[in-house]
């Protein structure tokens, strides 16, 4: 299991929302490019970067600063937000980024999926962002009819190999992640898993580690590594 640290992106800045909430906003950096080389530094694998302002509109608005992240890293990051055409996928694939995460557009069109696992594999991940079980879209605003383990299932039907789970309720609070649900997406077959929403402390990363999970694949951990409740040197270390 890998421990991927988050930057999300709003305006430009490096923030964290609470609940997934756009005006519950914490800004901890200016400078994306320089908090990942920071986590780079101090040991991480593997980045997690999202483009808020993206995921809200639909179109991104900090292509220019995850890129910038992709070429001055030595380890792969994945991106998410706005995603929605395959001309940005590619672009941004051809910038150097190592995997793309989709979110809404998949919720309604599966050949878009399709499309692109045909063309790209194993460099595309869905984000399965759930709220008391339903997955949430258009930057986490709205909730569809469409339960997480459902579209879980029928993603891994088309061929989708990476899941990024998170429980919106837990995101940003610092309260544990969600295990019981965490449990219902890894039972899906042939799905790897990526963690993510409510991590504070290690003895979180040791319960994540404790479901002796072949396909948890990693977990995400934003808020904790800026406020300092989690030891990121000892939770690299740990995994």
Known sequence: MLILPAIDI????????????FDKITEYGSDPVDMALRWQDMGAPYLHVVD?????????????AIKRIA?????PVETGGGIRSIDVVEDYLSSGLARIILGTRVVGERDFLVELLLKWDDKIAVSLDC?????AQHGWVETSTVRGVELAQELGNLGLKYVIYTDI???GTLTGPNID??????AVDGLQVIASGGVKSLDDIRALMALNAHNLWGVITGK???EGTLD?????QLC
């Open 10 to 21: 709003k305006d430009g800045k490096v923030v964290r929302l609470f609940k997934g909430q």
């Open 52 to 64: 808020l302002d993206g995921a809200q509109s639909g179109e991104r608005r900090n292509q220019n």
């Open 71 to 75: 070429k001055a890293l030595s380890i």
């Open 131 to 135: 709220l008391n079980g339903f997955v």
């Open 169 to 171: 309720a837990r995101d």
């Open 181 to 186: 649900g965490l449990k219902e997406i890894l």
């Open 224 to 226: 904790a590594i800026y």
């Open 232 to 236: 990121i040197k000892q939770a690299f």
